[in-house]
Every structure is written in structure tokens, then in C-alpha cells.
């Protein structure tokens, strides 16, 4: 092993021994240093999290980090913030690792090792904070995690690939719903792993409240308020829904799980492409966004400005689904592409919301349709 430090917190790793496979999925425990800014996204937006509960004092607010591997997610919350944390790895190595950095860090009076089955543990004890962050996919965790945690959701997903439909029948097997790979396929991932998460929570009656989630290349992390209570669930469902997307760059965004879906393009009368259920609601609270913003101009992390400009532009998008890329419209249309800014400004002149994305550099959300979106286009070349 070796000693790495992330944020305030110095954790023991392993290494992968000389001309190892050197992925760390290969490793005796897992460890993946491009995963820093997840990890200090994390402990920003769970920090400003519990400011905004304004917990009891006397009440212990708990945390799990059901999939800890070396641990140093979970280390970091426990050290970083204080709350009590759960460290959670059915493997023997992780376990003994993780029991090896709790010693090192001082931390055993509030941090606490367990060697379970993550979904053993969920069923077993409730927690206020819920962290999954595993190999792949989270699908075989979400329903006892759903039915664990008690305010705070967080899940990662780095099976990109069934998310976004480019493996598409591992992404109908393990979300229940049916991806679209086409030019959104990033936000189409995000939507279809929130609608999984909603309909596991309605079995309990429970709803989330997206404070705010983000995709990358690699892995898609999503940060869920919990509210209790059937009524809370239903206004949720209403949130859910379908995609119907016509190959001519038309979609309409249909709310409901038991709705009429036009098989035919409004604009074209081509055949639609169906996708979902997923969900269409809001990914960010803007608010969440800003105090996570905070917390991390006032924290010591390595990956400060680059988590701060995302978490920027998750802030500042629209909330209204799947984005528009401007070069495949442009390519479309025979026009080259002017900046993404110059657009935006020209939509919003012509009284329509739009705004850049965090999923693409080069596109944006508006509410416009799209006979407006490419007149708009070509009248600004
Ligand atoms: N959260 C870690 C981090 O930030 O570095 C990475 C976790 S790693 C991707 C996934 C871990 O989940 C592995 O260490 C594996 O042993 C553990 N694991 C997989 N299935 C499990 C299960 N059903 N119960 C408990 N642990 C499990």
C-alpha cells in the first residue's frame, strides 16, 4: 500500500504490484485517483447538506459508504465533516484496509467498519445518508438503499455505456426502461438512472428532490433529497415519462407512465423513436448548487476549480430536458456553427429561455421548438 491525500485526508491505498494490470478495478482493493473530484464534489455537497438540516445537536446524523473499497470516501466524510460513518466492503482485504485507516486517521470514536453485503446492511439499519458507489452499475443496490435511507441519496453509475443506450439491452435489463443513444445520450443517462432511483423509492413511499447531478466521460453521480409520505411519491411519478424522437431532430417530451405517445413526428410525419420511462423533472437545485460552490472555495481539494466551474454550469442550465447540439443542427442546416454564447444570446433576443450545458461545450437548452431553433441559426450566419 501507499499513502495518498485527498482533501485533508491522508488514506493508505494499494498499489498494483510491477507489471500488474494496472486498471484499478484489478487491484486487490480498488482505488481510482481519477475519481478525486467525485470524492470532493461529494463531501462539498453532503457538508452543505447538513447545514441546510441544521441538525439537532443531540441528534447523531449517520452515513454509509456501502461500497467503501480502500474507504476513502467514507474517510473523508468522517474526517472531513465529522458525522458519523459507516464503512462498508464485503471484501476481505477492503475490510482490513479500511480498519488499518480508521486506526491511522484517529477517527474509530465516530467511524465504524463493517465486512457485509452491501444490500444486507441497507435492510438491516436505516441511515440518513446513503452513499453508493460501486463497480458499474448501482441497479442490484438501489432498491435496499431506497428502502434505508432516511434524507440524503447518493448514487454513482459508471456504466455509461447501458445508460446512454449504447449497450442497450444491458440498459433495459438493469433500469427497466429504454435508453436513446443519439446526440443527448449523456442527459438521457442521468434521466433514465433518476427514474430508476424514483420508482425504487415510491415502493416505500418516499420521493427525492434532485439537489443536483452531473455526468462526466466516465460515470454519472446524482445527490437525492428524501421526502416521506405516498402523496409526496405520487406528485413525483408525475415527473416521470417519455421521449418520442423523430429523426429529422424533432422530440416531444411526454409526463405520465401511462400516456398516449404520437408514433408519428408532428413536424414530418416520419416514424418517432420512444424512450423511457425516465425521469423529466429537475436535475439541480440551483440554491444546493451555489452552497456546494461554497463549500468548496472553502475547502482544501485538488480538483477546486474544475469542480467548481462544473458545478457552475449545473447551475445555470435550464431545466428542461435533453440539449440541443449546435453542430449536428448546423450540419443539418449547411451553416457553420457560430459560438455557443453568440446562439444563446440570439434565442433569448428572440424571447425564448436558453442557456449552455454541463453535459457539452457545444450545446444548449432552450424552450424553443425546433423550426424556431434553426430559423435562429441560420439568421445569425
Ligand atoms: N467507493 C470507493 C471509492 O471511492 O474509492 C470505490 C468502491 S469500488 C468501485 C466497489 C467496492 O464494492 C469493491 O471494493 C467491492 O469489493 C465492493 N462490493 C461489490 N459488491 C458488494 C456487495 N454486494 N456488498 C459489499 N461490497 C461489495
Redesign the pocket.
Known sequence: VRSVKEGDTEVLVPIPEEGANFAP?AAP????PV?EMN?DISIAATSAFLKRMEPDPEKTITYV??????G??GLRVANEIGIETTL????ED?YQLIQENIEKLGIADHTFATH????VLLHEKHFNIVDL???GTPA??LAAAARSVIDLLEVTATDTAPLCGAHLNSGIRKYAAIPLNNEYHSEMGVRILLGRIARELSLHDKAMVPLLSHATRHYVRTYLQIRRGAKQADKMLKKMGFIAQCECGNREIVHGLAVHINDRCSLCGKENVISGPMWLGELHEPEFCDETIEELEQRNCGTKEMSIKMLEFCRDELSIPMFYDQHLLCKKLGVSASTIDTLITALKDNGYKASRTHFSGISFKTDAELPDIERIIVDIR
Request: hydrophobic share 45%.
Open positions: 478495478s482493493v480498488f482505488f481510482n475519481m470524492r459508504d456501502a461500497l467503501s473499497a480502500s476513502i470516501r462498508n466492503d464485503w471484501s477492503a457485509k453485503n452491501a444490500n458507489d460501486p463497480f442490484p443496490f
